[in-house]
């Protein structure tokens, strides 16, 4: 079947015509984009900033105050005091001194003398440890405990209160065998210290310790039991 074409639908007849209409088109738009100018738009002003003349703000400088020590005091005032007195005392210069010299026939008197042996004794070294220690009764420190607990008196106040305990008591056997300076080294009360220190006190003589084969002083500390049967 052959195909047939309208005249009206060909558009190869109007090619030319649409060709020049495109071409009439790009020249105006050309012309117009070559014409076109642009225009200054004022913009708004925000305001002109003028010159401010800061004033500058002096601060003084300060410095702290420096604090005086106070002045010291005045010194006290002396009033001096003249004692007068009248140049009419007669004032003996002479020296007199006896003659001391000793000669050969100068005798001295020590009769007029005392020597306090209570004294002497006093001061003699009080030994801890020497060579021949001191004994009582010939049985030592055993003999001794045994005296303690035969004379020791419980003293009734502390029975009462149940007190009990240790005193240790310090003496002194002297050269001629008696017992001095008795004090509690360590105590338990006040009635239990004091009969220790009287059984002590009423010890009978020692045999006095010896360094080298001399009587000497020599001190000992003994422990007391207090102890409620």
């Excluded at 306090?116 to 801890?128: L, P, S, T």
């Amino acid at each position: 079947m052959e195909l047939k074409k309208s005249d009206k639908a060909n558009l190869e007849k109007k090619k030319g015509l649409f060709l020049q209409i495109g071409l009439v088109t790009v020249l105006a738009l050309l012309l117009i984009a070559f014409e076109w100018t642009t225009r200054e738009v004022a913009t708004g002003s925000l305001g002109e900033l003028s010159d401010v003349v800061m004033e500058e703000e002096i601060i003084p400088i300060t410095r702290p105050e420096e604090i005086q020590p106070p002045p010291p005091p005045p010194p006290p005032q002396v009033t001096e005091v003249l004692n007068i007195v009248e140049d009419d005392v007669d004032i003996d210069d002479e020296l007199f001194i006896d003659d001391v010299e000793a000669r050969a026939d100068t005798r001295i008197d020590f009769t007029q003398m005392v020597f306090d042996d209570e004294q002497e004794a006093e001061e003699a070294e009080v030994f801890f440890i020497v060579e021949d220690m001191p004994d009582f009764q010939g049985g030592g420190q055993d003999a001794f405990r045994r005296y303690i607990a035969e004379n020791l008196r419980y003293p009734q106040i502390a029975a009462e209160n149940g007190i009990q305990g240790r005193v240790f008591v310090q003496f002194v056997v002297n050269a001629d065998g008696s017992v001095s300076d008795a004090t509690v080294v360590r105590g338990v009360d006040p009635s239990l210290d004091r009969e220790a220190l009287r059984v002590v006190m009423s010890s009978p003589k020692w045999t006095p310790g010896r360094q080298r084969g001399q009587p000497v002083r020599v001190a000992f500390t003994f422990p007391i039991n207090f102890v409620l049967q």
